[in-house]
């Protein structure tokens, strides 16, 4: 059974930062690539960062550009994305999800984590 | 990287059929067809019910289809269920690696 599950979310100062993390279980990870998608408070789905199999590329919309990073451990089945310079529009809840190989679709996600950028 | 366009709700009785479009652009809906549409309740993490404009994971009901035209999506769903009711998204490659969601439509089963 395909499981995926985030940690790392909390409550931070704009400005600040944060990591999260995502652990897969229930496939072989490193076949797959994964992504983060997030949903501000009431609003609609946002999404922000893609990986490679690999790890070799990464892919960001401009909104989050130059201040997130993602990243993955394919020996330990996890996945990462750090999020720099927080600002109060950050917040929302980030879903990880597995990538539908050539399809631009996810398939199985994570219950999600919360990030609050407040003072 | 402009968001899709989607009505803010759609409602329908049970047994009916209704339809939830997805606006894009030539650059995304229109040039690819890697459309995909979720399903999400309140609360809960999103479900992928369409790929690929057109296609349905195992397990998704066939009450649900997906089809494009030009630059518009559409999710139908045929023989509404209560269970049907929840938010509705669509979403499009938009070339260069990139993604773009529809705003979200709020479906309620009267």
């Known amino acids: 059974e395909v499981q995926l599950l985030e940690s790392g979310g909390g409550l931070v100062q704009p400005g600040g930062s944060l990591r999260l993390s995502c652990a897969a279980s229930?496939?072989?990870?490193?076949?797959?690539?994964m992504s983060w998608v997030r949903q501000a408070p009431g609003k609609g789905l946002e999404w922000v960062s893609a990986?490679?199999?690999?790890?070799?590329?990464?892919y960001y919309p401009d909104s989050v550009k130059g201040r997130f990073t993602i990243s993955r451990d394919n020996s330990k089945s996890k996945f990462y994305l750090q999020m720099n310079s927080l600002r109060a529009e950050d917040t929302a809840v980030y879903y990880c999800?597995?990538?539908?190989?050539?399809?631009?679709?996810?398939?199985?996600w994570g219950q999600g984590t919360r990030v609050t950028v407040s003072s | 990287q402009s968001a899709l366009t989607q009505p803010a709700s759609v409602s329908g009785s049970p047994g009916q059929s209704i339809t939830i479009s997805c606006t894009g652009t030539?650059?995304?809906?229109?040039?690819?067809?890697?459309v995909s549409w979720y399903q999400q309740h309140p609360g809960k993490a999103p479900k992928l019910m369409i790929y690929?404009?057109?296609k349905r994971p195992s397990g998704v009901s066939n009450r649900f289809s997906g089809s494009k035209s030009g630059n518009t999506a559409s999710l139908t769903i045929s023989g509404l269920q209560a269970e049907d009711e929840a938010d509705y998204y669509c979403?499009?490659?938009?070339?260069?690696?990139?993604?773009?969601f529809g705003g979200g439509t709020k479906l309620t089963v009267l």
């Open positions: 690929e404009v057109t």
């Open positions: 999800a597995r990538d539908m190989r050539g399809s631009s679709a996810w398939d199985y």
């Open positions: 990986i490679s199999g690999s790890g070799g590329t990464t």
């Open positions: 030539s650059s995304d809906v229109g040039s690819y067809n890697l």
């Open positions: 979403c499009s490659y938009a070339g260069s690696s990139t993604l773009v």
């Open positions: 229930g496939f072989t990870f490193s076949s797959y690539p």
